[in-house]
């Protein structure tokens, strides 16, 4: 698990959110409302679902676009628990919840290196993304 996941209210802007995931380094940021999850928005809902179709980032908000309501792990669940929910809700990303708040993100890099941590895909997920290592 990655801690500390980047969060956004409901009424953010896909611009504020945009920078947040520039600055964090980051594809997604969740979606916080209250202090309880409410979605997860990527930066490709934010290029398929708003841009591609016309919307202003600078207007429309990260719940109009984001997706409600997603699956989460705890974070005392084991590694296979996470697989289990990645492969059958065909998610790269999860969530991890304690009590609806988030405290983190686990994403398919992370189960890389925990399942097999010599496969090319625990490489590229130890690799930063302007080619150094993370």
Known sequence: MTPGAVTVPPEASLAQAARLMRSGDVGDVLVVDDQQLVGVLTDRDIAVRAV?????PLTTTAHSVCTPHPVAIGPDEPVAAAVTLMRECAVRRL????????????????????????????????????????
């Open 52 to 56: 591609a179709e016309g919307a202003d």
């Open 95 to 134: 969530p991890v919840v304690s009590g609806g708040r988030p405290v983190g993100m686990v994403s398919l890099g992370d189960l890389a290196l925990a399942r097999d941590p010599d496969s090319v895909l625990a490489e590229i997920a130890r690799t930063a993304p302007d080619g150094g290592r993370a």
